[in-house]
């Protein structure tokens, strides 16, 4: 019953920042983690950022570790992905996903919202 709601993206100049949201819709849920993946044509889906709600660790892929931030809404089941210096390599399709406390893994997913980033 539990849905995501991505919204946010849009197009961006090279360098630019962008902040996408993430927002749980339906039931309340409870979540493990949170997390955001990419993927851009003819590529493979890509981890971006994940963050643990008990205590808040966040995990990052390589290639976003010293540009993004994932943060969480301090009441809601909410989260962001913020983007800075963003560059062409950038452009993809983002999805929200969430695991749910029990899960072995990712099980619920948005429909992703996409970001362009021109140059």
């Known amino acids: 019953q539990v849905q995501l709601v991505e919204s946010g993206g849009g197009l961006v100049q090279a360098g630019g920042s962008l902040r996408l949201s993430c927002e749980a819709s339906g039931r309340p849920f409870s979540s493990y983690a949170m997390g955001w993946f990419r993927q851009a044509p003819g590529k493979e889906r890509e981890f971006v950022a994940s963050?643990?709600?008990?205590?808040?660790?966040?995990y990052y892929g390589d290639s976003v570790k010293c540009r993004f931030t994932i943060s969480r809404h301090s009441r809601k089941n909410m989260i962001y992905l913020q983007m800075d210096s963003l560059n062409a390599e950038d452009t993809a399709i983002y999805y929200c996903a969430a695991q749910k406390v029990g899960a072995s893994g990712y099980n619920t997913w948005g429909q992703g919202t996409q970001v362009t980033v021109s140059s």
């Open positions: 963050i643990r709600w008990s205590g808040g660790t966040t």
